[in-house]
């Protein structure tokens, strides 16, 4: 324990972590609710952004205080209220809202038949509030009792789509064709055979789930349509550009299939940014149907395909074509990348054999600048010799008369001469010198 590690609460021996509450609370977010046979629910799934879903809570919380009912909890992801008989239960998902609506079966069954009235007439309540979003989701399902084996099932549903299947150890049945009816809702029909109110709430739970989910997970399907143009158009285009990668030479024609590589590398990373989460969804809706499908262990019925295996036949192929999109996305990001590696080691290639040849040059440059300056200092070392033997001259000629009249008798051009040699000496020495300081202080 730390110096500075939080005391326990009252009447506990130990200190929480911050997280321990959040964490056990989400085990039972959304928690099952019992129903009682018959019933009808009527469920609703929005779109939603983070702008969106604060103003759907704000909504709610507003109706459900304006009819006498506490308002959601700041952090709550489920509320329940009850209006008189009638109950409605919101939830909050990560990019959708869902909407509940318990409606007593013996109140809205008309003629004996599920389903009558429509949905649309039954979720006035919801229309009392903004709709948060674009609506993905209307199911309208109804659990009866197993009396009603009588129903005519080809006049409820589109006998060709007609998903049916025993749930539940067969204390149940399950029914849709997974089509939206003249009101929008997609009907789904569970008969009970005897399942308690807490097994028939979790199982009218987990079948609104599956209705939803596989809905969501539909979405990545447009997306990757969307994309498949532009994916295989990248393709092409790195077909192409690989092979005129083999026959380029020089750095300018490299230096534009970089540039072109780098460009198609760009446009397919923002492409895959893009789809990132719809993808990802689409993966995690998906295994949340396939849970959902095993949990309630269906039996099929003689003459039709239970719900997984109608789901398996029409949602799996959407699902291999959002991955085939995603893989290939994957597969030719790792090719762009190793394209632009080699093209760009060509390229330093390329540059290196430039700044040789350039090294060459200088080089070579230097011992001709280094020829000329020595050529250079040995003319100047002439020329300055020869002034300065020019000056010495004069100087002698000057001190000649003075030095005959000393009685001192010599040559002028003898004297001169042997001056010479001496002079050349010390001009080449002190040339020499400040020659050498000058590296010294290039050094």
Not at 48 to 56: K, L, P, S
Not at 221 to 244: D, F, I, K, Y
Request: proline share 5%.
């Amino acid at each position: 324990m730390t110096a500075n590690a939080t005391a326990p609460a009252a009447g506990k021996a130990f200190y929480d972590h911050p997280l321990r509450a959040p964490v056990l609370a989400e085990l039972h977010a959304r928690p099952f609710v019992a129903v009682s046979t018959p019933a009808r629910i009527l469920h609703v799934a929005f779109l939603v952004d983070r702008a969106q879903a604060i103003a759907d809570r704000a909504a709610f919380a507003s109706l459900c205080l304006a009819r006498g009912q506490p308002a959601p909890g700041r952090d709550a992801k489920q509320h329940r209220v009850a209006f008189g008989r009638f109950v409605l239960r919101w939830e909050r998902h990560a990019e959708f809202t869902t909407y509940t609506w318990e409606v007593p079966a013996e109140d809205v069954t008309e003629g004996g038949l599920p389903f009558q009235p429509s949905g649309a007439s039954l979720a006035d309540v919801l229309t009392q509030l903004p709709q948060p979003g674009p609506l993905l989701v209307a199911v309208d399902l109804h659990l009866v009792t197993d009396t009603a084996d009588a129903l005519p099932l080809d006049r409820l549903f589109d006998r060709t789509s007609l998903a049916r299947s025993d749930v539940e150890d067969g204390f149940a049945e399950i029914a849709t064709d997974f089509q939206p009816d003249p009101s929008g809702f997609v009907r789904i029909l569970v008969r009970d055979r005897g399942m308690t109110d807490d097994a028939a709430g979790a199982l009218v739970q987990r079948v609104l789930e599956i209705e939803t989910y596989r809905t969501l997970a539909l979405l990545g399907l447009p997306e990757a349509q969307r994309l498949a143009p532009s994916v295989a158009h990248s393709e092409q285009e790195l077909s192409a550009l690989t092979e005129q990668m083999r026959q380029s030479e020089g750095l300018a024609a490299n230096n534009k299939l970089l540039h072109a590589l780098t460009g198609l590398a760009a446009q397919l990373e923002a492409d895959a940014a893009a789809s990132l989460f719809r993808f990802g969804a689409t993966r995690a809706y998906e295994e949340i149907v396939s849970s959902r499908l095993r949990t309630i262990g269906e039996r099929p019925i003689s003459g039709y395909p239970t719900w997984q295996q109608f789901l398996l036949r029409r949602l799996q192929p959407a699902m291999r074509t959002c991955q085939a999109i995603e893989q290939r996305q994957a597969n030719l990001s790792v090719k762009l990348t190793s394209a632009a590696n080699l093209l760009r080691t060509r390229v330093d290639v390329e540059l290196e054999q430039q700044n040789r040849n350039l090294l060459q040059s200088m080089n070579k440059r230097a011992r001709m600048q280094l020829r000329l300056q020595q050529t250079v200092e040995g003319l100047s070392v002439a020329a300055i010799s020869y002034y300065v033997i020019s000056l010495l001259h004069y100087a002698l000629e000057g001190l000649h008369t003075r030095a005959e009249a000393a009685g001192l008798h010599y040559d002028v051009g003898v004297a001169t001469a042997i001056a010479v040699p001496l002079v050349v000496l010390l001009i080449w020495s002190v040339v020499r010198r400040i020659r050498r300081g000058h590296a010294e202080d290039d050094a």
